[in-house]
């Protein structure tokens, strides 16, 4: 099970109760991913998308809004050929730390109201998306995505939420 430090920087979140939304949706990403018996910490941090904007531009060039994003703590790349990153290091950073997760309050409403679906379990998949990542998940080419949304699928249903794509 992982210890899921949640920072609320947008009181919007409060209203979603982001913080049991991350925790159960990182400890079924990490289930789905084979990853147990370890106590592993992760940082997510509901923002506005003015911050998230922010950090896109900083850490991306992007200076616009995305829906999550994630830095791992440790730089793992996934296999060309099957889309599967290496196992996570034993001590994987500080405090056995995967990384920091960010998600964006106003794109995650209007995406799910796009998509017609509840807010939460649009933020559920995106906290998934996010730990994934976090994992050397990505989704850069079609052999990497099918792996990474084939977990997110698999992860979504065993929570009864539907495939998002």
Known sequence: MAEVDVVIEDDRWQS??????AGKAVDVALETAGISGADYEICVMGCSDARIADLNAEFRGKPAPTNVLSW???????????????????????DNSLG???IAYETCE????EKGVPVTGHVTHLVIHGCLHLLGYDHLDDVQAAAMEGLEIKALASMGLDNPY
């Open 16 to 21: 979603l109760d982001l913080e049991a939304l």
């Open 72 to 94: 791992p703590a440790f730089d793992v790349a996934p296999d060309p050929e099957t889309g599967i990153p290496p196992a996570i290091p034993a001590a994987c950073g500080p």
């Open 100 to 102: 920091d997760i960010a």
């Open 110 to 113: 209007r995406e799910a109201a």
